[in-house]
């Protein structure tokens, strides 16, 4: 029976009085507004099923590796296990269980607003159960209360030069706040492994909370002449107060924060950004380290990176070409990327094979609040003619647009034209669904991760060919 289902079960039975002794030793799950109580009864029920699947199933084999694969980056190679999302080549991304427009329609919203909280789908990711608006307020009331950044961790982002690159400044600032890790503390304390995850759940509050400001605090030194960050308001959602602290206070720019920091956050256990993340945490480096190491992955061209790409690719497009653009004219330029050996930024994707579900609502919330936008209809024009001209090239597996082509398009709509900055905003939204995996690692007492690497020689000799 899955998690969701055991704990559907138990509250209904609760409800009708069959299980009295769990009703009065225990919370009921859903009631509770504190999350890590929350997490406190789901841990053992899921350790539970874990164990028991481990015991019935745990020698099945569940597929078989090519060579091809061992030097194709191991795509297709089932070897990870994720608890906070699943990647459908076809459909997209699903939230635990729950797609992009169904996050839209049933996660708690701000008061007037229509898009999801990300404090909502973080519990989402933790719990597997949709919050109320009460479970989703309380985490954003945390947050909010743990919100300072260390003091030397802002005089060390002050002495940053402006040379730097904002992904550089923001996995350091992560690296050097593991002054206040509580995982790290206890774990020097000799705690008891069985507890691993609560101390990684409080790094991962911690972290969450914090990342906003130091952002925020990157932002303003480098493109606001190092004006201060605005204090946090604890009345505020995340992304609202997220929002004020660069210096945006259009209440649309906070609906596209929300929503932005909502579809960045999780893609499955086998990126480059979730599964560093793991990996290093494996060795019981803390959360703060292993989020660092995450952004460094995410920092690159072909993944996170590429949202810059984009906006870098258009405008140079624009600088050659002008204003208004032809269809030809584009394709000519596709066609002079391709063939100087680059790649188109924003297209194709290791597992997708269709639109990313995450680039149509960027796009729907373009449609809905800047139809007009010159640039906007740029993005539209290049999403008719790249696809094709990528089939035509014939290489890439997957000819269409990924949720970087989308982004930029937005942020530079509500003035934030500073495209060296926005992967700094996909690692936030990135650190919700990292770290909700992460303290399940702890949870589950997955171990340090080390696969079997081979030589070309030796992969020669098991496969005959020497
Ligand atoms: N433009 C040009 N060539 C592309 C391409 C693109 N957008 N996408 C894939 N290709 C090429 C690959 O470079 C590869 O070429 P070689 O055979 O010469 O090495 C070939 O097509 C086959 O690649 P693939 O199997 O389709 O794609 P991969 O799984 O190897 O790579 C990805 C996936 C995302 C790295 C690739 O599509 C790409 O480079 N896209 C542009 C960068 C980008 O948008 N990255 C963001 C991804 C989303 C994210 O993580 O944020």
């Not at 559907?8 to 225990?26: D, E, H, I, Y």
């Not at 070897?79 to 049933?106: N, W």
């Not at 505020?236 to 932005?260: H, I, P, Q, T, V």
């Amino acid at each position: 029976m899955s998690l969701l289902k055991v704990i559907s079960r138990r509250t209904f039975l609760q409800a009708k009085n069959v299980l009295p002794s769990l009703a009065c030793g225990m919370r009921n799950v859903s009631d509770s507004t504190n999350l890590k109580d929350v997490m406190a009864d789901l841990v053992p029920i899921k350790q539970k099923e874990v164990q028991a699947f481990r015991k019935s199933h745990g020698t099945k084999v569940i597929g078989e590796v090519m060579v091809d694969q061992l030097y194709g980056g191991m795509r297709g190679i089932k070897g990870l296990v994720t608890e906070t999302s699943v990647l459908d080549a076809e459909e997209g991304i699903r939230f635990r269980g729950h797609t992009i427009p169904d996050c839209q329609e049933k996660l708690p919203k701000a008061p007037g607003g229509s898009e999801p909280l990300p404090e909502g789908l973080f519990w989402l990711l933790m719990t597997g159960e949709l919050p109320t608006q009460q479970q989703t307020d309380a985490v954003s009331k945390e947050w909010a209360a743990r919100g300072a950044v260390p003091s030397h961790v802002a005089q060390m982002l002050n002495n940053f030069p402006s040379s730097l690159h904002p992904m550089s400044q923001f996995s350091a600032a992560i690296t050097a706040m593991n002054s206040d890790s509580k995982f790290a503390q206890a774990y020097t304390d000799g705690v008891n492994k069985a507890s691993y995850w609560e101390y990684a759940y409080e790094d991962a509050m911690d972290l969450c909370a914090k990342l906003t400001t130091v952002a925020a605090t990157i932002y303003r030194n480098l493109y606001r002449e190092g004006t201060s960050v605005c204090p946090i308001d604890v009345n505020l959602d995340w992304s609202g107060n997220f929002a004020a602290m660069l210096g945006y206070d259009d209440e649309m720019f906070k609906e596209l924060m929300r929503l932005y920091l909502t579809i960045h956050s999780d893609h499955e256990g086998g990126n480059v950004s979730a599964h560093t993340v793991h990996l290093v945490g494996s060795a019981l480096s803390d959360p703060y380290l292993s989020l660092a190491a995450g952004m460094n992955g995410l920092a690159g061209p072909l993944h996170g990176l590429a949202n810059q790409e984009v906006l870098v690719w258009i405008t140079k497009l624009q600088e050659q070409l002008g204003g208004e653009v032809s269809d030809a004219q584009l394709k000519e330029f596709i066609w002079n990327t391709l063939q100087s050996g680059q790649v188109v930024p924003g297209y194709g994707h290791a597992v997708l094979r269709k639109t990313d579900p995450r680039y149509t609502c960027q796009r729907q919330f373009a449609l809905e609040h800047l139809p007009d936008d010159p640039l906007f209809k740029l993005v539209s024009q290049i999403y008719k003619v790249v696809p094709d001209t990528l089939l035509e090239h014939g290489k890439a597996k997957n000819p269409w647009p990924n949720v970087d082509a989308h982004s930029g398009v937005l942020l530079q709509y509500y003035g934030m034209t500073e495209m060296n900055y926005y992967t700094v905003l996909f690692g936030v939204s990135r650190a919700l669904g990292t770290l909700s995996s992460l303290v399940w690692d702890r949870a589950l007492g997955l171990p340090l991760e080390r696969p079997k690497s081979m030589s070309t020689e030796g992969l020669m000799k098991l496969t005959g060919a020497k």
